[in-house]
Protein backbone atom coordinates (compact mmCIF):
# COMPACT_ATOMS: atom_id res chain seq x y z
CA UNK A 1 0.00 0.00 0.00
CA UNK A 2 2.67 2.39 1.27
CA UNK A 3 4.55 1.40 -2.20
CA UNK A 4 1.85 2.30 -3.98
CA UNK A 5 1.09 5.55 -2.86
CA UNK A 6 5.20 6.59 -3.28
CA UNK A 7 5.06 5.35 -6.66
CA UNK A 8 1.55 7.41 -7.79
CA UNK A 9 2.87 10.73 -6.12
CA UNK A 10 6.12 10.18 -7.82
CA UNK A 11 4.65 10.38 -10.71
CA UNK A 12 1.71 12.83 -10.76
CA UNK A 13 5.08 14.94 -9.25
CA UNK A 14 6.61 14.03 -12.91
CA UNK A 15 3.36 14.36 -15.01
CA UNK A 16 3.14 17.91 -13.14
CA UNK A 17 6.54 19.42 -13.89
CA UNK A 18 6.95 21.82 -16.78
CA UNK A 19 10.42 20.84 -16.94
CA UNK A 20 12.85 18.24 -17.95
CA UNK A 21 16.43 17.39 -17.12
CA UNK A 22 18.65 18.25 -20.15
CA UNK A 23 21.62 15.77 -20.09
CA UNK A 24 23.17 15.60 -23.30
CA UNK A 25 26.71 17.42 -23.83
CA UNK A 26 26.26 18.63 -19.81
CA UNK A 27 29.61 17.59 -17.79
CA UNK A 28 29.08 15.23 -14.83
CA UNK A 29 28.10 16.51 -11.78
CA UNK A 30 25.94 19.98 -13.36
CA UNK A 31 22.38 19.82 -13.92
CA UNK A 32 20.65 22.17 -16.24
CA UNK A 33 16.48 22.23 -16.45
CA UNK A 34 15.21 23.68 -19.38
CA UNK A 35 11.24 24.63 -20.03
CA UNK A 36 9.31 22.30 -22.06
CA UNK A 37 5.84 23.64 -22.37
CA UNK A 38 3.35 25.57 -20.37
CA UNK A 39 1.27 23.43 -18.48
CA UNK A 40 -2.43 23.25 -19.96
CA UNK A 41 -4.96 25.63 -17.77
CA UNK A 42 -7.10 24.39 -15.75
CA UNK A 43 -10.75 24.26 -15.01
CA UNK A 44 -9.88 26.13 -11.66
CA UNK A 45 -7.42 28.69 -13.56
CA UNK A 46 -9.83 29.66 -16.18
CA UNK A 47 -12.66 30.33 -13.28
CA UNK A 48 -10.00 32.27 -11.48
CA UNK A 49 -9.30 34.12 -14.67
CA UNK A 50 -12.75 35.26 -15.46
CA UNK A 51 -13.07 35.91 -11.44
CA UNK A 52 -10.54 38.40 -11.79
CA UNK A 53 -11.43 39.99 -15.22
CA UNK A 54 -15.49 40.46 -13.42
CA UNK A 55 -13.34 41.87 -10.63
CA UNK A 56 -11.37 44.35 -12.63
CA UNK A 57 -14.37 45.50 -14.59
CA UNK A 58 -16.61 46.24 -11.15
CA UNK A 59 -13.66 47.72 -10.11
CA UNK A 60 -13.28 50.50 -13.01
CA UNK A 61 -17.43 50.94 -11.99
CA UNK A 62 -16.25 51.53 -8.61
CA UNK A 63 -13.01 54.03 -9.18
CA UNK A 64 -13.75 57.42 -8.66
CA UNK A 65 -14.70 59.41 -11.45
CA UNK A 66 -15.17 62.67 -12.44
CA UNK A 67 -17.70 64.38 -14.23
CA UNK A 68 -17.25 67.06 -16.63
CA UNK A 69 -17.49 70.35 -14.80
CA UNK A 70 -19.76 72.98 -15.85
CA UNK A 71 -18.74 76.47 -15.15
CA UNK A 72 -21.24 79.73 -14.29
CA UNK A 73 -20.88 80.94 -17.38
CA UNK A 74 -21.96 78.19 -19.04
CA UNK A 75 -24.69 77.17 -16.98
CA UNK A 76 -26.40 80.39 -16.95
CA UNK A 77 -27.46 80.60 -20.86
CA UNK A 78 -29.34 76.96 -20.16
CA UNK A 79 -31.00 78.22 -16.91
CA UNK A 80 -32.70 81.14 -19.50
CA UNK A 81 -33.72 78.74 -22.21
CA UNK A 82 -34.02 75.22 -20.62
CA UNK A 83 -34.49 72.35 -23.12
CA UNK A 84 -36.58 68.93 -22.73
CA UNK A 85 -33.61 67.03 -22.88
CA UNK A 86 -31.28 68.64 -19.92
CA UNK A 87 -32.00 67.93 -16.89
CA UNK A 88 -30.54 70.45 -13.89
CA UNK A 89 -30.72 68.65 -10.57
CA UNK A 90 -30.54 69.64 -7.29
CA UNK A 91 -29.30 67.26 -4.89
CA UNK A 92 -29.85 69.28 -1.58
CA UNK A 93 -32.11 67.77 1.05
CA UNK A 94 -35.63 69.82 0.84
CA UNK A 95 -35.18 71.63 3.86
CA UNK A 96 -31.44 73.11 2.07
CA UNK A 97 -33.90 74.09 -0.87
CA UNK A 98 -36.11 75.80 1.15
CA UNK A 99 -33.53 78.70 0.45
CA UNK A 100 -33.69 78.65 -3.11
CA UNK A 101 -33.11 76.75 -6.46
CA UNK A 102 -31.40 77.75 -9.47
CA UNK A 103 -33.86 78.20 -12.48
CA UNK A 104 -35.41 75.33 -14.37
CA UNK A 105 -33.45 73.12 -11.78
CA UNK A 106 -35.46 69.62 -10.18
CA UNK A 107 -34.84 68.59 -6.60
CA UNK A 108 -33.96 64.44 -6.41
CA UNK A 109 -31.74 64.46 -2.96
CA UNK A 110 -28.65 62.69 -3.32
CA UNK A 111 -29.79 60.56 -0.42
CA UNK A 112 -32.56 58.97 -2.36
CA UNK A 113 -31.07 59.20 -5.89
CA UNK A 114 -29.67 55.66 -6.07
CA UNK A 115 -32.75 54.11 -5.48
CA UNK A 116 -34.97 56.62 -7.66
CA UNK A 117 -32.79 55.37 -10.39
CA UNK A 118 -34.21 52.12 -10.16
CA UNK A 119 -37.24 52.94 -9.84
CA UNK A 120 -40.09 52.35 -12.99
CA UNK A 121 -40.68 55.78 -14.53
CA UNK A 122 -44.16 55.80 -13.89
CA UNK A 123 -43.23 55.05 -10.29
CA UNK A 124 -40.89 57.86 -10.19
CA UNK A 125 -42.80 60.10 -11.96
CA UNK A 126 -45.16 59.97 -8.57
CA UNK A 127 -42.13 60.16 -6.08
CA UNK A 128 -40.70 62.95 -7.69
CA UNK A 129 -43.52 65.15 -9.26
CA UNK A 130 -41.12 65.26 -13.22
CA UNK A 131 -40.09 63.10 -15.59
CA UNK A 132 -37.32 60.04 -14.74
CA UNK A 133 -34.67 61.28 -17.33
CA UNK A 134 -33.43 58.55 -19.77
CA UNK A 135 -29.69 57.19 -20.08
CA UNK A 136 -28.78 59.37 -22.98
CA UNK A 137 -30.18 62.79 -21.74
CA UNK A 138 -28.12 65.29 -20.35
CA UNK A 139 -27.59 65.32 -16.31
CA UNK A 140 -25.91 68.39 -14.70
CA UNK A 141 -26.06 67.95 -10.65
CA UNK A 142 -25.32 71.05 -8.53
CA UNK A 143 -25.83 70.77 -4.51
CA UNK A 144 -24.84 74.09 -2.00
CA UNK A 145 -20.93 73.67 -2.30
CA UNK A 146 -20.01 71.11 -4.78
CA UNK A 147 -19.45 67.77 -2.88
CA UNK A 148 -22.75 66.51 -3.32
CA UNK A 149 -23.08 67.06 -6.79
CA UNK A 150 -19.46 65.08 -7.53
CA UNK A 151 -21.16 61.96 -5.62
CA UNK A 152 -23.96 62.37 -7.53
CA UNK A 153 -22.53 62.27 -10.88
CA UNK A 154 -20.66 58.91 -9.71
CA UNK A 155 -24.24 57.25 -8.58
CA UNK A 156 -25.70 58.26 -12.10
CA UNK A 157 -22.66 57.09 -13.72
CA UNK A 158 -22.87 53.57 -12.12
CA UNK A 159 -26.53 53.71 -12.91
CA UNK A 160 -25.65 53.72 -16.84
CA UNK A 161 -26.01 57.65 -17.63
CA UNK A 162 -23.82 58.44 -20.00
CA UNK A 163 -24.32 62.67 -20.22
CA UNK A 164 -23.30 63.71 -17.37
CA UNK A 165 -22.22 67.37 -16.03
CA UNK A 166 -21.28 68.67 -12.30
CA UNK A 167 -21.77 72.03 -11.61
CA UNK A 168 -19.04 71.67 -9.22
CA UNK A 169 -19.55 75.82 -8.18
CA UNK A 170 -22.81 74.95 -7.00
CA UNK A 171 -25.79 77.03 -5.10
CA UNK A 172 -23.07 79.12 -3.27
CA UNK A 173 -21.83 80.25 -6.15
CA UNK A 174 -25.02 80.65 -8.36
CA UNK A 175 -26.06 83.20 -5.43
CA UNK A 176 -22.89 84.91 -5.26
CA UNK A 177 -22.57 85.39 -8.81
CA UNK A 178 -26.13 86.28 -9.07
CA UNK A 179 -25.85 88.95 -6.81
CA UNK A 180 -23.40 90.95 -8.38
CA UNK A 181 -25.70 90.82 -11.65
CA UNK A 182 -28.55 92.23 -9.90
Same mark, same amino acid.
Given at each position: ???????????????????????? %??????????????????????????????????????????? %???????????????????????????????????????????????????????????????????????????????????????????????????????????????????
Amino acid at each position: MFRTVVVRSTRSLAQRSAYRLVSS %KIPLGQVRFETTSIPPKSPLSQAHQRLKEAREKNDDLQRDWDA %KELLYAELKPRTENPTPNTFLIDVREPDEVIQGMIPSAVNLPLSVLGNSLHLHHVAFKEKHGFEKPTKDQELIFYCRSGKRSASASDIAKRNGYKNILNYKGSWLEWVEKENKVT
